[in-house]
């Protein structure tokens, strides 16, 4: 593996290069009561992560776990899948969506890390990005913003403005103030070309992307790949991990994504 | 207890006029290795947990329990906390400060509902307050929604505007007209009177309001309770649970919080 003690970009930026992949597995297990279709067959999350895991890590270089499928697991029991994913050559990072204060974010902050993941998304609604980076980079910890996101209603994140600037310019220009790891982009809806040229503008080639909403949602890797070259994680959740082959699919992503990136480059 | 039904204001109205308290206990159990001072003697978050909810209960409507303290505790652990709250006639709040999509929020008040909250915070970065209401609704959780925070950097929840409002109030117009159950406000830093008074000129009578940042924080309870009268849950965390005698403390803050409401009714 790559140095624990080096930023998540440059350990991600290791990682994808020596995998020839951008692809990041949205790994989210509903269980069979939450959910009528596409879920486990049982409530074994962990069995079903874990096959996940080995089977698509050829292909992907970053396994992405949301925290709101995984609550009620232990310490211990993601310690284990983390190990697994390190294990298969691939970083880890919680999508937690941290939406807190200081302390309390520093809490998070301390079982995160406890957990053995890389990296975690960060919800910077109460502001904070400077305080929560120094935090995560204390715990040698990546930290990932919400900056656009693609779901109607997140609209708010361009139609709120400060000054003359929109919301979402604001949060990446203080994302590249405190040298945050990467910002969340969405990759469908109300995300425009010009949307990501902004970004791109503002968080220049020491900031990464993650764009989830590919796949399942819709959403149209070209464009984000045209702006962002390989600074970028493209999260395929759903028609992954539920599909009959979660590898065949998971291969034909990561060549999906090299295709356009040498189609363009 | 009061009928599991009932909408959570109504349980709350009901739960606090019983006891006579607008007390509302934040429980955040930090271990010794997160920070120096203000900790629990040892790792045992469980023990010191269920010794606070007995000792505060006499005074107390409502447990306020922080998402980012009790991660690893499985879901047989935090419902046993939530058995032990109820039995001792208050409400239990999970503070996870939810900030996802559709989907993903669905998840999250699976498992939530599953640990036997009564209600959980929501981060509404994303927008998504009305579906994320009708989701609370449909498994009779409550959802009290941040609205203006007291941090410094929360600012941008008032700096922001969509058209000439400012986020917060376009916020607490939303909560409103989708029956959403409280909003968050902060009691200290940069939150005013004049705050207080939009505020509640928008929600009216039917929502509640959750004001952290009293005590510890050093936020005044005066003017909140001269605005919002009884529709109010004033939190207090740090300032009883780490003190010699947290019985004591949390009945000296119900006789104040009663006082200062005989005071000016």
């Not at 990296?119 to 930290?143: M, R, V, Y």
């Not at 992307?209 to 959403?219: C, K, N, R």
């Not at 992954?240 to 994504?257: C, G, H, L, V």
Request: contains cysteine; charged residues 20%.
């Amino acid at each position: 593996m790559t140095d624990k003690h080096a930023s998540f970009v440059k350990r991600y930026l290791e990682v994808s290069r020596s995998k020839n992949s951008i692809l990041c597995v949205g790994l989210d297990p509903a269980v069979p009561e939450q959910r009528k279709e596409n879920v486990l067959a049982n409530n074994d999350r962990l069995a079903f992560m874990k096959q996940i895991i080995k089977e698509v890590s050829p292909f992907a270089s970053v396994i992405k776990i949301n925290r709101q499928y995984i609550i009620g697991l232990t310490n211990e029991q993601i310690a284990d899948l983390n190990k697994l994913i390190h294990r298969n050559g691939m970083l880890s990072i919680i999508d937690h969506k941290l939406s807190d204060i200081g302390s309390t974010n520093a809490s998070a902050i301390y079982w995160i890390k406890k957990e053995g993941f890389d990296a975690f998304t960060f919800s910077p609604f109460a502001g904070n990005i400077g305080e929560a980076t120094k935090e995560a980079h204390k715990n040698d910890l990546g930290i990932i913003v919400l900056t656009l996101m693609s779901n109607p209603e997140s609209s708010i994140q361009k139609e709120t403005k400060i000054g003359n600037k929109s919301l979402y310019i604001y949060i990446a220009e203080e994302c590249r103030r405190n040298n945050s790891d990467a910002c969340v982009v969405g990759a469908t809806g109300n995300v425009t070309n010009i949307d990501l040229l902004n970004i791109k503008k503002v968080v220049g080639e020491n900031i990464l992307l993650l764009v989830p909403g590919v796949g399942a949602q819709g959403g149209d890797a070209e464009n984000i790949i045209q702006v962002f070259g390989k600074n970028l994680m493209i999260n395929v959740g759903r028609s992954i991990i539920y599909s009959d082959n979660p590898a065949e699919i998971a291969e034909n992503f990561q060549r999906q994504f090299n295709k356009l990136y040498s189609n363009i480059m």
